[in-house]
């Protein structure tokens, strides 16, 4: 079993499948980002160098998306935590069937995401969704959830609010298992101590929790961040990037660029430059990872 | 029995089961008649009904489901494989370039589905497969080959080596190894890997819908194009989505033991 010749080809056909797999369309994307390739229009993809990063970086059109993008994380990303960490509080407290209760409050991470959408698709229909009905029978008013009305507020449409928070209602209970997990390497002799000394819940939370939960909530930001740049299918149900373009963050519109223009050439540099955004995010999670978060464990 | 807890208990639940509301809807949507289905009030105690489930069928939604089964379990079958022995490797000896690899492999995390699937798309329309299950499984293996290597070495790690070095004293071969002692050692740890690469494969939307064709369309491709050219027939959406989600709950709470390890890794550890 020693035999050092076996083991090669157990890890050969692993890798080899991610190599081709991967790690081939990884860089077919990179080199038709220098061409200029619209499958109805050209036959043949031109060379055309940076020209296509020229133009994106040019084009309005890409930053209003980055805009959406913008606005999208910064409403859903801070509702995440805010409701994540205070279940996890909750959830950390002794109770029976406290495996049980989490496990419920995990399903809809774990549901698809497609799904979760439709559930809400029907919640927020504006003649039959339960959500409007409640709305006109106790405040005589009604929403249109996925419509261009401005948020009284926040500045921005409903139908972007909605996706906002119907991400909100999938990814809460990540945060949630996180903070757990870093609530759990909460040493119970501190636990007691400041039992002992009768310390004010705001105190606890400040001195006590916060320290020991700091380095898994900037894992979960940047987890978040990076993964709400990868939005779509909650989108493709919900809003399709609508009404007009209010709902269209960055990974929708490359792929409507793709799959409704055709222009293949542009998709792929843009979602180049995406990546580019995510490795940066990359990086700050590595350097983490590997440099500070490895004496964890 | 202690009051605070207990207290605690039902607050907890109460607000667990509020946040999860939106599921209980919909699955009780699905037994509900054209009738009551537009009712307003809505109604919470009716005389369930399976039309929705026949309306489905005609449909041809269990052809989806079917699908979504076929492809799951082909491409879940051959990624936990090559998954586990690339696993042993990587566990149990060092070799150049080990490091890179398992570099690599955390990286893919990272990367956005969006960048592959241009490429993807044109390399499956060159091979003339797009449109089939092989191309779907194909994506698939690739995609949840990363986390079935990284997940099963953690469980590999955790068996001593040991145990390797006596089995081969008592003349074990290696295959005979992974079978008698090493898989049923880590079987529950493999069942937790087994179901979150089901789980992604199962949920997976963006390359299903551009992988597959009328024909081979998976339940979520289905499910996310439902709406009809007359807006929704909630009563067929919502029985699709029960169908489509009840297995996976079921599997989580099968699984609850492992639940938060397997989705913990690859962040924490």
């Known amino acids: 079993m020693g035999n050092k010749k076996l083991f090669l080809f157990f890890v050969v056909p692993a890798v080899a499948y991610l190599f081709i797999l991967n790690l081939f369309p990884l860089l077919w994307a990179l080199g038709l980002s220098f061409f200029r390739y619209n499958l109805l229009t050209e036959r043949v993809p031109t060379f055309v160098g940076l020209g296509n990063y020229g133009t994106i970086l040019l084009d309005p059109a890409v930053w209003t998306r980055m805009q959406i993008t913008g606005k999208f994380i910064l409403i859903s990303i801070p509702l995440q935590f805010t409701l994540g960490i205070l279940i996890a509080f909750l959830l950390y407290k002794e109770l029976y069937g406290r495996r049980l209760l989490l496990t419920l409050f995990l399903i809809p991470m774990l549901i698809a995401p497609v799904a979760s959408a439709l559930f809400f698709r029907y919640l927020l229909d504006a003649n039959f969704g339960l959500v409007n009905w409640l709305l006109s029978e106790f405040f005589n008013t009604k929403i249109y959830w996925l419509g261009l009305g401005k948020v009284p507020g926040l500045g921005v449409e409903y139908a972007l609010l909605t996706v906002a928070l119907v991400e909100t209602w999938i990814w809460t209970p990540f945060i949630t298992l996180l903070v757990t997990a870093g609530l759990s390497t909460i040493p119970q002799s501190v636990i007691e101590q400041a039992n002992i000394d009768d310390i004010s819940f705001i105190d606890r939370v400040r001195y006590i929790v916060f320290p020991y939960i700091k380095p898994i909530l900037g894992l979960a930001l940047i987890l978040r961040v990076m993964d709400s740049f990868k939005t779509f299918d ?11 373009i209010s709902t269209e963050i960055i990974t929708f519109y490359i792929y409507k660029l793709a799959f409704q223009g055709w222009d293949f050439g542009s998709a792929s540099a843009l979602s180049f430059g995406v990546l580019v955004i995510i490795l940066y995010f990359t990086t700050i999670f590595l350097n983490y990872f590997i440099f500070r978060g490895g004496e964890e464990q | 029995m202690n009051v605070n807890k ?73 990624s936990l494989f090559l998954g586990f022995l690339a696993a042993y490797a990587l566990s149990r000896y060092r070799f150049p370039g080990k490091n890179l690899i398992l570099f690599y492999i955390i990286s893919t995390r990272m990367m956005p589905p969006i960048v592959f699937i241009i490429p993807i798309y044109m390399m499956f329309s060159y091979l003339g497969i797009k449109g089939s299950y092989l191309s779907m499984i194909l994506f698939y293996i690739g995609l949840t080959l990363p986390f079935s290597v990284w997940m099963t070495k953690t469980f590999v790690d955790d068996v001593s080596i040991e145990i390797d070095q006596a089995a081969q004293l008592d003349g074990f071969t290696t295959f005979k190894f992974f079978r008698k002692i090493l898989i049923p050692m880590i079987a529950p740890g493999l069942v937790a890997v087994l179901v979150f690469s089901l789980l992604s494969v199962w949920n997976e939307f963006l390359m299903a819908n551009i992988l597959s064709s009328p024909q081979t369309r998976p339940a979520s491709v289905v499910l996310a194009n439902i709406r009809g050219e007359r807006g929704f027939n909630w009563g067929r959406v919502a029985a699709l989505e029960l169908i489509y989600t009840i297995p996976v709950v079921i599997l989580i709470f099968l699984i609850q033991k492992y639940l938060v390890r397997g989705l913990t890794l690859g962040v924490v550890r």
């Open chain 1, 234 to 244: 909650t989108i493709y149900v919900l809003t399709a990037g609508g009404p007009g």
């Open chain 2, 6 to 78: 207990l207290l605690w208990t039902i607050i907890a639940f109460i607000i667990v089961n509020i946040y999860i509301f939106p599921v209980y809807w919909i699955y009780l949507t699905a037994f509900k008649d054209r009738a009551t289905l537009f009712e307003l009030p809505p109604k919470v105690i009716f005389t369930p009904v399976w039309d929705n489930f026949d309306e489905l069928v005609r449909y041809g939604a269990i052809q989806a489901v079917l699908n979504s089964v076929i492809v799951t379990g082909v491409s879940i079958a051959i």
